[in-house]
């Protein structure tokens, strides 16, 4: 996976990252194109998306892992986004070379980018400006408003007419209820439709997405977050553990939690990418993750039963952005661990 949302890296870097992994045998590219600090992919029915969203007035500074805690900024505008055009020639590219690239297009947090642009989609209805420190933010789409679903689904439509591949990824990770809890219209939707908590919520916005994409022939995959479970700290026990159950339509890529999260998804039935942070994030140093723990990882737990271990559908190892604002600090990152997840991913454990 290649965050774009943070820093724009575009269509020479993409395409070179492309042959790497054709050389490689890599067969899927994750391209995360949205998130709060960037909105990097043209929708012409909304075009403030990229005309507004597209652009930061500054970045925070720093490394991987003290950056989080950073108070300097480097005071340099950023911006960048592809035209359709561009994406097409891409997703060409990628396909003479077997490679399905598979969008991410963040939803209902990771938004602020959006929001800036129109502000109408957010839990509060304000002005706020695309944001230049990192981390998660509190803005979210107002998921009770049937403007904001339209919205979603006409960014979605366009997405789905560049990209062929089945998959279509919708983010759903690090959402903050507060701006749920706090606004008029999402309390009153809740009151009146009966999701028992913003987790609920969630989960309810998330399989009306899954059932979108499903009516197009299309299948839906998110962060492990859109289970429903609680796996952050910031929100309350009452407010993270929702009881509606996901669609298993839906394909879970874990990031965050353990293996027995992952165990238990796939007892339950739903497919899953294994990319759990520890052992799969191309950002992290090599004192986190060296190359032989790279090579080490096995995307199937061992302690999952044989029955379910077709539940695996791969692993996933992640290039995001947020301190990664060069191409060669990317490259140094990237590899030589990507050869390693990529032997991880066609050989069996028995054979490594």
């Not at 391209?31 to 969203?53: A, C, M, N, S, V």
């Not at 077709?310 to 140094?332: H, K, N």
Request: charged share 20%; glycine share 8%.
């Amino acid at each position: 996976m290649l965050d774009e949302g943070r820093y724009f890296k575009g269509e020479k870097v993409v395409k070179q990252l492309l042959d790497e992994m054709a050389l490689l045998k890599l067969n899927t590219f994750h391209w995360h194109l949205t998130d709060d600090h960037g909105w990097r992919i043209e929708i012409k029915k909304y075009p403030q998306l990229t005309t507004i969203g597209s652009k930061r007035d500054s970045s925070q500074t720093g490394v991987w892992p003290s950056g989080w805690n950073s108070t300097t900024y480097d005071g340099v505008p950023h911006e960048g986004y592809y035209t359709q055009e561009q994406i097409k020639d891409i997703i060409r590219y990628a396909a003479e070379r077997h490679i399905t690239i598979v969008p991410e297009i963040e939803m209902p947090g990771h938004a602020s980018a959006a929001i800036a642009a129109y502000p109408f989609l957010g839990a509060t209805g304000k002005q706020i400006r695309v944001p230049v420190k990192f981390g998660v933010q509190y803005d979210i789409y107002n998921v009770a408003d049937p403007k904001v679903l339209t919205f979603v689904h006409d960014v979605l439509q366009e997405v789905m007419d560049l990209f062929p591949s089945r998959v279509i990824h919708i983010g759903g990770d690090e959402v903050r209820y507060d701006q749920w809890k706090n606004s008029p219209q999402v309390v009153a939707y809740l009151q009146k439709q009966g999701p028992a908590s913003p987790a609920d919520l969630q989960v309810s916005f998330t399989n009306g997405i899954s059932n979108f994409l499903a009516a197009h022939h299309r299948r839906m995959m998110g962060w492990n977050e859109i289970l429903g479970g609680k796996v952050h700290e910031y929100n309350d026990n009452q407010d993270a553990v929702a009881k509606e159950k996901l669609s298993h339509e839906a394909i879970i890529q874990f990031w965050k939690g353990d293996t027995n999260l992952i165990i238990k998804a796939a007892a339950a039935g739903y497919d899953i990418v294994n990319s759990l942070s520890d052992d799969t994030y191309l950002d992290y140093d090599e004192k986190a993750i060296s190359l032989e723990k790279a090579y080490s990882f096995e995307p199937v737990p061992a302690s999952l039963p044989q029955h379910d271990a077709a539940r695996i559908l791969g692993l996933g190892c992640q290039m995001w952005g947020e301190w990664i604002p060069t191409v060669e600090s990317m490259d140094l990152h990237v590899y030589p661990r990507l050869a390693a997840y990529a032997e991880v991913g066609w050989t069996s454990r028995q054979n490594k």
